[in-house]
């Protein structure tokens, strides 16, 4: 591990890389730390510590929406409009075609139009957000122009984090979206940590209560475990072995090999829990907006909304139940075994034992299936794993973020990848 730091250190390019990355990551926690004046801090911690929506849309936004920043959206509508552009893949065959045949400039165009679409999406929850800000008491009521450019303030906010995104990945060293998440979630780690000791009595008094210190030693080992078997699925796949067929052209022969087609089982990432939180929350989302309509009918149809999310086994059942669906789901979207047999057969490549074309397209969809299953039960057992854990140890004090937890373990991995294949290029110049 000191070699390979040392290895980086040692070579100009590599180290400027991420040290411009650093600087990037510096820019975005100074951007978090600017506020919209004029809002009631005390009232937006109570608002996040009893909404789960808006508490989720924080850890997405990287911490911005606590501190009610300038870019509270963080890059929420860029993620969404990320997933509804993979979405309408299944819908246009045209969005298809771009996305997964026209290679690296199709590639471009499609996230060209997802930066377009991004504009529209911030807009639209600017709107929602600081509604329902102000009918909280959080915000002060502004007039019309006010309002106006407080909603161009937010989106142009969302619009800079995209763009500092969008320089963290042209440098390769991980992606840009995902390390300005990432660089939330770390820079928050502190604070829990220390609210985490003073809810079990460490601080301010180190009364520690000696009958829990069991409980304690088990939660670590459990972080532990957990943390270990997030790196094991992720990293987990099924290699199919592919043989290529010799061809000779001229005096040269080509092909004669054998390789392997990796299927990830987790190959949907973190998306169907982003999916998943998405519609579970909606209900209790709409339920605080009605809420603050002066009309007691609607008031008690928005509690009733509230009650339902409140209710923690409820609202755990149908997360892991979505979850589980939306893995399948994205993979289909973004794994097709036709697609994936019809260029293996066009290459001259074949899997032992089955038929290339509609065989080869039915094997891999078969096992595709079934590693998706032990994905799919994972990916719903980290996303209720809050809830387990507080139940489990009887207090919300200590719990494992699995969303969080997740994506931080997720986007380490990735950038620790992509910073190994840069020291593979330059050994091999």
Do not use: C
């Not at 969005?95 to 807009?123: C, D, I, S, W």
């Not at 604070?191 to 000696?210: A, C, K």
């Amino acid at each position: 591990m000191f070699q390979k730091l040392r290895a980086v250190l040692m070579l100009p390019d590599l180290r400027k890389k991420i040290l411009f990355v650093l600087f990037i990551l510096v820019i975005f926690r100074l951007v978090a730390a600017i506020p919209v004046p004029g809002f009631d801090r005390e009232a937006l911690a109570t608002f996040l510590s009893t909404n789960q929506f808006f508490g989720l849309l924080n850890v997405f936004s990287g911490g911005v929406l606590e501190n009610l920043s300038i870019a509270m959206l963080g890059v929420g509508p860029y993620i969404t409009a990320s997933i509804v552009m993979q979405l309408m893949t299944m819908i246009f065959p045209r969005m298809k075609e771009m996305y997964q045949e026209e290679g690296e400039a199709g590639r471009r165009r499609f996230n060209q139009y997802a930066r377009l679409l991004t504009v529209p999406f911030a807009l639209l929850q600017a709107y929602g957000l600081l509604i329902v800000l102000i009918r909280q008491g959080i915000l002060p009521e502004p007039n019309l122009a006010g309002f106006a450019i407080s909603m161009i303030t937010v989106t142009a906010g969302t619009v800079f984090l995209m763009w500092l995104g969008e320089l963290i990945s042209e440098q390769n060293i991980g992606n840009g979206i995902s390390l300005l998440i990432f660089a939330g979630i770390v820079s928050r780690l502190p604070v829990d940590f220390q609210n985490m000791l003073v809810e079990i009595g460490v601080l301010p008094s180190f009364n520690i209560d000696t009958a829990r210190i069991p409980y304690y030693l088990a939660f670590l080992a459990i972080s532990i475990l957990v943390i270990a078997g997030v790196i094991i699925i992720t990293e987990g796949q099924r290699k199919i072995p592919v043989s290529y067929a010799k061809r000779v052209r001229g005096n040269r022969v080509f092909g004669g090999v054998e390789t392997h087609l990796p299927l990830r089982v987790n190959q949907a990432g973190v998306i169907p829990i982003i999916f998943a939180i998405s519609i579970i929350l909606f209900p209790g989302l709409i339920g605080s907006f009605l809420a603050t309509v002066p009309n007691p009918t609607v008031q008690d149809i928005g509690a009733f909304l509230v009650s339902i999310i409140n209710n923690q086994w409820l609202y755990a059942s149908g997360y892991f139940l979505l979850v589980f669906l939306f893995t399948y789901f994205y993979t289909a979207v973004t794994f097709d075994p036709e697609s994936i047999a019809t260029n293996i057969q066009k290459q001259g490549g074949f899997i032992l034992g089955i038929r290339p074309g509609r065989p080869t397209a039915e094997y891999l969809a078969r096992i595709l299936s079934r590693i998706t299953l032990f994905g799919a039960l994972f990916l719903g057992i980290i996303a209720i794993l809050p809830i387990l854990v507080q139940a489990g140890f009887q207090t919300a004090a200590v719990t494992i973020g699995g969303t969080s937890l997740l994506i931080v373990v997720s986007v380490v991995l990735e950038t620790l990848k992509q910073i190994d294949a840069q020291l593979v290029m330059h050994e091999y110049e």
